[in-house]
């Protein structure tokens, strides 16, 4: 059976991967890969954990499945197995790159475990990426600890990476912890900004009922897309302004833009509101 027939169906893939193993033959990488992204696609991650033995007994423990591994211990409901196994994982790999490095921080991040997350980042042999700088800030301010985040980008990120994306992910994680104020005061010293920040900054203010301030930010944007478009329309909706909503679609078509899903969505509510 193809790999790609076997990802259709989890379940199945479950049962021929137990049937594989018990006739002695092994599947390779590529129909792991498969098995282990549906898993992760479907919601269902600790389906990856039980996979994994299977895996590690063939010795498949390649750069290409290790990251999915991690997402799994990552997101996985049994969240004490899955640490322990990210770290087992992580150690008997014969070799890492930085793609591994970053996966097992982020993994780490993801559980709430910041110090293990830090440890490992100084521990850290090979050179760090913007990836890992963001998965390290956004990491931080996303729990709760803005300032160290804060003091992270400012005293050790080098200068030729903080570009526009290293600031947004510090923006977007003050955001997400509802440290606003913070995330103004980082947002007005980004030497340049992308759509993503400004929507980051129109759902931080709507999230907290400020939908006043929110235009004001929106109004700021000197060219809009239809992501900037959705957060105004969509924070006017969530917090009851129904006509500001209706009338700033209305001028969204006007000015050319055509309606996505998101976009619908919201307008359906409206007028049947």
């Known amino acids: 059976m193809g790999t790609t027939k076997l990802a259709q169906n989890p379940r199945q893939a479950i049962r021929i991967v137990e049937d594989i193993t018990k006739n002695n033959s092994n599947l390779n990488q590529p129909s792991w890969s498969y098995i282990l992204r549906n898993h992760l696609s479907q919601g269902t991650p600790d389906q990856v954990l039980y996979l994994h033995t299977q895996i590690r007994q063939q010795g498949l423990y390649s750069l290409g499945l290790v990251p999915l591994i991690f997402k799994a211990c990552a997101s996985a409901s049994a969240q004490t197995y899955g640490k322990s196994l990210h770290a087992e994982v992580f150690d008997e790999m014969p070799e890492?790159?930085?793609?591994?490095?970053?996966?097992?921080?982020?993994?780490?991040?993801?559980?709430?475990?910041?110090?293990?997350?830090?440890?490992?980042?100084?521990?850290?042999?090979?050179?760090?990426?913007?990836?890992?700088?963001?998965?390290?800030?956004?990491?931080?301010?996303?729990?709760?600890?803005?300032?160290?985040?804060?003091?992270?980008?400012?005293?050790?990120?080098?200068?030729?990476?903080?570009?526009?994306?290293?600031?947004?992910?510090?923006?977007?994680?003050?955001?997400a912890n509802g440290q606003l104020e913070a995330?103004?005061?980082?947002?007005?010293?980004?030497?340049?900004?992308?759509?993503?920040?400004?929507?980051?900054?129109?759902?931080?203010?709507?999230?907290?009922?400020?939908?006043?301030e929110a235009r004001i930010f929106f109004d700021r944007i000197p060219?809009?897309?239809?992501?900037?478009?959705?957060?105004?329309?969509?924070?006017?909706?969530?917090?009851?302004?129904?006509?500001?909503?209706?009338?700033?679609?209305?001028?969204?078509?006007?000015?050319?833009?055509?309606?996505?899903?998101?976009t619908s969505q919201v307008f359906y509510l409206l007028v049947h509101s």
């Open 183 to 212: 995330a103004r005061e980082i947002f007005e010293m980004m030497p340049e900004r992308n759509y993503f920040v400004w929507s980051s900054m129109i759902s931080g203010f709507c999230k907290r009922g400020d939908v006043k």
């Open 223 to 262: 060219v809009r897309n239809l992501v900037n478009w959705n957060s105004m329309i969509s924070g006017y909706a969530q917090n009851g302004f129904c006509e500001e909503a209706l009338e700033l679609f209305r001028r969204m078509q006007n000015e050319g833009f055509e309606p996505d899903e998101v």
């Open 96 to 175: 890492r790159n930085v793609v591994i490095w970053n996966a097992m921080i982020g993994g780490y991040l993801k559980n709430g475990d910041r110090e293990s997350a830090l440890y490992l980042f100084e521990k850290m042999p090979i050179g760090r990426n913007s990836v890992t700088w963001i998965e390290m800030i956004d990491g931080f301010a996303k729990s709760g600890d803005t300032l160290r985040a804060t003091r992270q980008f400012f005293d050790k990120v080098p200068l030729e990476l903080r570009n526009v994306v290293t600031w947004t992910a510090m923006v977007d994680g003050c955001n």
